[in-house]
Nanobody, 125 residues
Framework: QVQLVESGGGLVQAGGSLRLSCAASGLTASNYAMGWLRQAPGKEREFVAATTWNGGSTYYADSVKGRFTISRDNAQNRLYLQMNSLELEDTAVYYC??????????????????WGQGTQVTVSS
């Protein structure tokens, strides 16, 4: 059974930074692409960023390009999301996502096999 546990969310002013972390256990997540999706109140869950198994390729939503950076440490079975220049629109619950197949980039919820419990990010003005 895969378990994903996110941490690092919180309240931050616009323009600030946060670093999210996702700890994976129960499998060798290093074989899988992994990603982050987020869900704002009243909105559907949306893609934020993803990386291939070795971090060699990264993918970002247009809304976060240039501000967010995804990375991973396979030795520690951890996934990270560095978020800079945060905007009010970034307020959401952020979820770590493991795809249904190792090479699948988890861009959409149906592609995801396992979710973390989510971590709240609130950006204030």
């Amino acid at each position: 059974q895969v378990q994903l546990v996110e941490s690092g969310g919180g309240l931050v002013q616009a323009g600030g930074s946060l670093r999210l972390s996702c700890a994976a256990s129960g499998l060798t997540a290093s074989n899988y692409a992994m990603g982050w999706l987020r869900q704002a109140p009243g909105k559907e869950r949306e893609f934020v960023a993803a990386t291939t198994w070795n971090g060699g390729s990264t993918y970002y939503a247009d809304s976060v390009k240039g501000r967010f950076t995804i990375s991973r440490d396979n030795a520690q079975n951890r996934l990270y999301l560095q978020m800079n220049s945060l905007e009010l629109e970034d307020t959401a619950v952020y979820y770590c996502a493991l795809p249904r197949a190792p090479g699948l980039i988890p861009r959409f919820p149906p592609m995801v096999k396992s979710w973390g419990q989510g971590t709240q990010v609130t950006v204030s003005s």
